[in-house]
């Protein structure tokens, strides 16, 4: 999970600019629609239901978050979007899965491909990588910040599969129908933890290093950028000192 993790602590140190630039406020809107065509209510549409958390952790104005569920619900018109996941290879071989929310499909994946070259990868056919990634459940906590015994006991009570020590972090891993309930038993106990998603992980990792790791950071950095990128993984794992000179 090591690519993952690391990858999660660049995104998160990002994040207070990306809010600046309106980036993530975007972002927000669009899976609050995609989200709501599953169905309105958040007590029944669990996707909806974290995707209104992530909007209020933005503190998104009430009614922004009301029309972006209705455009999904078709009570108001909107842009037709479009969900769609591309695959390829980033330099050194590792996988890089991309989510995407487009109301253009050849624009976006104009965009993708043009990135992937850039920055020594290539765009891939449809279930290259994909096989290598699973989606769980991933609550992660700076490490020291809680008591590890306890974090287990409550986690692990709760339904969840493990936790695990990282670098910098320990971390929760949860299946998609436990997380919501492992991440409030966690709430209840007043742990506080750095982040909390759906996501998806990967089952192995491949080491990069030199101009290779440079390329994968800046291949990554440019597809969290695109304005049609919802969300980027990748498997690479590269050594933490060189994340922290390069990041």
């Not at 090591?2 to 809107?29: E, L, P």
């Not at 990868?121 to 991933?138: D, P, T």
């Not at 020590?165 to 506080?192: W, Y």
């Not at 101009?211 to 695109?226: I, N, P, Y």
Request: charged share 30%; hydrophobic share 35%.
């Amino acid at each position: 999970m090591s690519g993952h993790s690391k990858w999660s602590n660049i995104k998160h140190r990002k994040a207070a600019v990306d809010a600046k630039r309106g980036k993530i406020f975007t972002k927000i809107i669009r899976e609050l629609t995609i989200a709501a065509r599953l169905g309105g209510d958040p007590n029944i549409n669990s996707r909806l239901r974290m995707a209104i958390a992530a909007a209020k952790g933005q503190n998104m104005p009430k009614d922004t978050i009301e029309r972006a569920i209705k455009r999904g619900t078709g009570e108001i018109g909107g842009e037709e979007l479009h969900e769609i996941v591309y695959e390829g290879y980033g330099p050194g071989g590792s996988a890089v899965l991309v989510q995407v929310l487009t109301d253009n499909k050849n624009r976006t994946v104009s965009e993708i491909r043009r990135i992937f070259t850039k920055y020594g990868g290539n765009l891939g056919e449809s279930g290259c990588v994909g096989w290598i990634f699973e989606k769980r459940g991933r609550i992660a906590f700076e490490k020291g910040s809680v008591d590890e015994d306890k974090l287990f006991e409550i986690a692990l009570e709760a339904g969840a599969d493990d936790v695990r020590t990282e670098e910098s972090e320990l971390v929760v891993v949860t299946s998609t129908d436990a997380f919501e309930s492992v991440k409030g038993a966690i709430e209840e106990a007043g742990l506080k933890f750095t982040s909390a998603e759906i996501t998806m992980i990967p089952k192995n990792s491949i080491r990069i290093e030199g101009r290779e790791a440079e390329q994968m950071l800046r291949l990554m950095e440019s597809l969290e950028d695109s304005d049609d990128v919802q969300s980027v993984y990748s498997n690479f794992d590269i050594a933490e000192e060189l994340m922290q000179a390069l990041g």
